[in-house]
């Protein structure tokens, strides 16, 4: 895993503990870590730290971001809303992976809720240790960026 990379970070108020939990152990393993919120279990909306992670992206101060919410749907339907996001929401290690690997994935999403602390950071591992692997894969990219034409 390429540890010189910096990831940007979000929750809302349903992924808070699985977000501080992954915030250490990517700042463990070397990562460059940009925690944009929430800081705390006290009711907040999610749209509004998917747009902190996704500035951060379109920004350019990140490679890469995660989003955590109750099940990741939420997080995944909002950021997938700014233009150059390609977010997935994964609860197993393949998706998480092949999500990179196929579709160059930029933000991983998964809920609090639906996986484990243990299966959190598998999917983690598997989504920042895979690359893009370009091709075929590249030109399907652009025809959702751009449409069918």
């Known amino acids: 895993m390429n540890t010189k990379r910096t990831i940007v970070i979000g929750a809302d108020h349903a992924g808070y503990l699985l977000k501080e939990k992954v ?7 070397g990562f460059n870590v940009i925690n944009v919120g929430t800081d705390s279990s006290e009711s907040c ?5 998917a747009e902190k992670v996704c500035k951060t992206l379109q920004s350019g101060d990140a490679d890469l971001g995660i989003l955590v919410c109750g099940t990741g749907v939420g997080m995944s339907m909002a950021a997938n809303k700014y233009k150059g996001i390609r977010a997935a929401c994964c609860s197993d290690t393949f998706s998480a992976r092949l999500t990179r690997v196929h579709n160059d994935a930029n933000v991983l999403c998964f ?7 243990g299966l959190a950071l598998d999917i983690v591992d598997a989504y920042l240790g895979a690359e893009f692997e370009g091709g075929k894969h590249k030109r399907r990219i652009a025809m959702f960026e751009n449409g069918v034409e």
Do not use: I, M, N, S
């Not at 915030?23 to 393993?29: G, H, I, S």
């Open 23 to 29: 915030c250490a152990y990517l700042t463990e393993k």
């Open 111 to 117: 809920g609090e809720r639906v996986v484990g602390e």
């Open 45 to 49: 909306d999610y749209p509004v730290f």
